[in-house]
């Protein structure tokens, strides 16, 4: 039996063991790099996207976080979230302009310039970050407006030039890309010191990076990427349904679906399912236009489209107030989200088509409609108009007709004998019935032959 001394550095062996082991794999275990994938507009959805994976990033044991980017610009307000979350890392941010044919325009050049190491692929470009093109709408020829521009210009040009100072690149280029929306290959920008390196793929891109010097605090740190590992972060599938509703051509297809929706539940109520769709369409292009430029005189049209929609059904106007809801409607959609850049605006192929589609289906929605306000009635007392029975009584002007094997108190406007053939012209309070008598078919011609002879 082992003594206690022994088995007490029994104990103690095998805890060094394993703390060395530990240590051992701590060490030879490759750096992780977080690398998020951005193509597309910059909108709130991918904002909290980055937010998320860098705050994930910095609060685990990630060496640095990198962005792949490929924009042509976005929200002003996303694009600040994101600089903020990338200025107040304590881990490195690399931006990377990947791949060949990629840009980095308008909000993405700003935050190209935040980073702390920036790079592009060769056949890339960076710049144009007018304020326009980072989500601030034109505000007009008047002096005011041109004021207001002003202002907005000289903010976002101290912006950049803040930027590029604080990580020690070139100020007046990037006061330039502000303020006359140049843009710079990648060739040129690196001789421009707008950014710090080129490199073709990630794994050039990881080697140039290595043992180079960036600061945190006014200290200077290396980046050691040598054998580091790349980890990617994907949307979640919530993101990814926020980020597609973000698409301007998206929501508002589902608002024109939404209002076929409506549409048909109005004029045919009780169907339930076209109204259930509908509205969920609604809220959803809502939400998808919460991140869109949205001109307010474009949705008051497509309101108005909308009751005029539904008037047609109310008020016989022979398919003019049709016509003007489809004016309007292709009005409002035109005007409906208030960007010049293409990106922001809703596609004029996918409005002439929404257009013809909702067009056609109102059409036949209303043409079903009016056919079946035009049926005759088959049952109860609108359905006996123009049936025929007979005189019971003599009407002068009231009195008592036989139809369908019932009795019925009945008037006439000319005198009807006992006897005679009735027709009913119409149904009226108290279960009383508007009849005329039926001429015979010997009389209806010696009345055409009069007619005949006289002319």
């Not at 998320?52 to 990033?57: F, I, M």
């Not at 935050?111 to 702390?116: F, R």
């Not at 580091?228 to 973000?246: C, D, K, P």
Request: with cysteine; proline share 4%.
């Amino acid at each position: 039996m082992l003594k206690p001394v022994y088995l007490s550095c029994l104990v103690i062996l095998v805890l060094l063991c394993t703390g060395l082991l530990l240590k051992a794999e701590e060490i030879t275990a490759p750096a992780n790099i977080r690398v998020v994938r951005v193509a597309g507009v910059i909108n709130p959805v991918l904002a909290d996207f980055i937010s998320v994976e860098l705050d994930a990033a910095n609060n685990g044991s990630a060496l640095a976080f990198l962005i792949e980017l490929d924009t042509p610009g976005g929200l002003d307000s996303s694009m600040r979230i994101i600089i903020q979350k990338i200025l107040s890392s304590k881990i490195p941010v690399i931006v990377y302009v990947y791949p060949s044919g990629a840009r980095a325009a308008s909000a993405g050049a700003l935050i190209t310039l935040a980073a702390d190491f920036a790079a592009m692929a060769p056949g890339t470009n960076i710049g144009a970050a007018h304020p326009v093109s980072i989500g601030i709408s034109g505000t007009g020829d008047s002096e005011q407006g041109k004021t207001v521009m002003e202002k907005v210009v000289n903010d976002a040009v101290a912006y950049a030039r803040s930027l590029a100072e604080q990580r020690g690149r070139n100020r007046d280029w990037a006061e330039q890309i502000v303020r006359d929306s140049i843009s710079t290959a990648a060739q040129e920008a690196l001789d421009l010191k707008a950014i710090d390196l080129i490199a073709t793929d990630e794994q050039e891109l990881l080697k140039k990076l290595n043992d180079r010097t960036y600061l945190r605090n006014g200290e200077a740190r290396k980046l050691r990427t040598r054998g580091a590992v790349l980890s990617y972060a994907e949307m979640t599938w919530r993101q990814e349904i926020f980020n597609t509703l973000g698409d301007p051509n998206v929501a508002y297809m589902l608002l024109m679906l939404g209002i076929l929706g409506i549409f048909f539940e109005i004029s045919q109520p009780g169907v339930i399912l076209p109204g259930a769709i509908g509205s969920l369409a609604l809220l959803l292009a809502f939400l998808g236009f919460q991140t869109l430029p949205v001109n307010y005189i474009g949705v008051l049209l497509i309101l108005l489209a909308i009751i005029l929609f539904i008037l047609e059904i109310k008020v016989v106007s022979y398919g003019m107030l049709t016509v003007g809801g489809l004016i309007a409607l292709t009005f409002g959609s035109l005007i409906l989200v208030d960007s010049p850049e293409p990106y922001l605006q809703i596609s004029r192929s996918v409005i002439a088509a929404t257009v013809f589609v909702c067009a056609g289906v109102i059409s036949l929605v209303l043409f079903f409609v009016v056919r079946v306000q035009k049926t005759r009635f088959v049952s109860g007392l609108e359905g006996m108009i123009g049936e025929r029975g007979q005189a019971v009584t003599a009407l002068d002007p009231r009195g008592r007709v036989y139809v369908h094997g019932e009795y019925w108190d009945a008037h006439a406007d000319e005198p009807i004998t006992s006897g005679s053939e009735i027709e009913i012209v119409r149904s009226e309070a108290n279960l009383k019935l508007l009849v005329r008598a039926v001429k015979d078919s010997s009389e209806v011609s010696r009345a055409k032959e009069k007619d005949h002879d006289s002319d």
